[in-house]
């Protein structure tokens, strides 16, 4: 009994740590984390392998095997050759969650590359593609390289500052850019971040995992100037909008945040989120009632 505990264990804990290995890395991640980035060019591809695909429904997808690409930029390390080779059948075959996203070093992570493989398209590590015009290439790069020189502040409040100032900017590719990074990837537990997060969940046109990062972290600061924002974003037409909501006003644990929880519950068709809010409010109460 004990050996196969053991052994139990020992599976469970090396799944875990594959699963960790192969995660979805988003671009700003691997951009803080690496040694290197590239932007290459396609110069030709010399073999072609398939995959059997069989999680969805049985099928087989032809994919290129090696791809020699031509360096146009180093945007941050140092990188000698002017050519390099990627072998995509082994990182598909040892990676399948990057099918058809091919990177030079699997291995940390430690080479980002940006692909431009046909005049307009550019492919950006395991983000998939970016669609941008030709000569939108290098506004994308140079946003890139702005990033870099954020991170690399040693102070936060200059950091946050720099990078507000950054999305500002009047460059629609670096808004665009920048709107997923910050509302993704950046630590947003400051003021200076809200009324960023609340312009996003206000704007509908918004994509809707935008808008639902944007609830998460304007929770996150507890600040009772937002509850309106979320009395607003409690009718959004996404439902994980209405989650992320629901879940950020049981974060303020204030009387004023139930009540806009219980006006929710009386108007709401949608079954599942009247009885998390109401979960919630009896959470609440619970803690509220003096103890014997």
Same mark, same amino acid.
């Given at each position: 009994?004990?050996?196969?505990?053991?052994?139990? @264990?020992?599976?469970?804990?090396?799944? =875990?740590?594959?699963? +960790?290995?192969?995660?979805?890395y988003?671009?700003?991640?691997?951009?803080?984390?690496?040694? %290197?980035?590239?932007?290459? *060019?396609? $110069?030709?591809?010399?073999?072609?392998? %398939?995959?059997?695909?069989?999680?969805?429904?049985?099928?087989?997808?032809?994919?290129?095997?090696?791809?020699?690409? /031509?360096?146009?930029?180093?945007?941050?390390?140092?990188?000698?050759?002017?050519?390099?080779?990627?072998?995509? /059948?082994? %990182?598909?075959?040892?990676?399948?969650?990057?099918?058809?996203?091919? @990177?030079?070093s699997?291995?940390?992570?430690?080479?980002?590359?940006l692909?431009? *493989?046909?005049?307009?398209?550019?492919? +950006? !590590?395991?983000? !998939?593609?970016q669609?941008?015009?030709?000569?939108?290439?290098e506004?994308?790069?140079?946003?890139?390289?702005?990033?870099?020189?954020?991170?690399?502040?040693?102070?936060?409040?200059?950091?946050?500052?720099?990078?507000?100032?950054?999305?500002?900017?009047?460059?629609?590719?670096? /808004?665009?850019?920048?709107?997923?990074?910050?509302?993704?990837?950046?630590?947003?537990?400051?003021?200076?971040?809200?009324?960023?997060?609340?312009?996003? $969940?206000?704007?509908?046109?918004?994509?809707?995992?935008?808008?639902?990062?944007?609830?998460?972290?304007? !929770?996150?600061?507890?600040?009772?100037?937002?509850?309106?924002?979320?009395?607003?974003? $409690?009718?959004?037409?996404?439902?994980?909008?209405?989650k992320? =909501?629901i *879940?950020?006003?049981?974060?303020?644990?204030?009387?004023?945040?139930?009540?806009?929880? /219980?006006?929710?519950?009386?108007?709401?068709k949608?079954?599942? !989120?009247?009885?998390?809010?109401?979960s919630?409010? $009896?959470?609440?109460?619970?803690?509220?009632?003096?103890?014997?």
């Amino acid at each position: 009994m004990k050996i196969i505990l053991t052994v139990t @264990i020992f599976l469970t804990v090396l799944v =875990s740590k594959i699963e +960790a290995k192969i995660r979805h890395y988003n671009l700003f991640e691997l951009i803080e984390n690496s040694k %290197t980035i590239l932007l290459v *060019e396609l $110069l030709k591809t010399t073999e072609y392998y %398939t995959i059997e695909n069989e999680e969805i429904l049985p099928s087989s997808i032809t994919l290129p095997r090696y791809a020699h690409y /031509k360096v146009l930029n180093i945007i941050k390390g140092d990188f000698k050759k002017t050519t390099l080779v990627l072998d995509y /059948k082994v %990182t598909n075959e040892i990676y399948k969650p990057f099918i058809c996203r091919p @990177i030079a070093s699997p291995i940390d992570c430690e080479i980002v590359i940006l692909f431009l *493989e046909e005049e307009n398209l550019l492919f +950006a !590590g395991f983000q !998939g593609k970016q669609v941008l015009e030709k000569e939108q290439v290098e506004s994308y790069t140079n946003c890139l390289k702005n990033i870099i020189a954020i991170n690399k502040l040693n102070n936060q409040h200059e950091r946050d500052i720099s990078l507000l100032a950054l999305y500002n900017k009047n460059n629609k590719v670096q /808004k665009s850019i920048l709107k997923n990074a910050i509302a993704e990837s950046w630590d947003l537990s400051r003021p200076i971040f809200g009324p960023f997060l609340e312009s996003i $969940l206000k704007n509908k046109t918004e994509d809707s995992i935008l808008r639902y990062r944007a609830a998460r972290k304007l !929770g996150d600061l507890k600040d009772n100037k937002y509850l309106e924002v979320f009395t607003q974003s $409690l009718t959004d037409p996404d439902l994980t909008v209405r989650k992320a =909501s629901i *879940e950020a006003l049981g974060e303020y644990k204030s009387q004023k945040a139930i009540q806009i929880l /219980k006006e929710y519950i009386k108007n709401e068709k949608w079954d599942i !989120g009247k009885k998390y809010a109401n979960s919630i409010i $009896l959470q609440f109460e619970r803690e509220l009632t003096p103890k014997n």
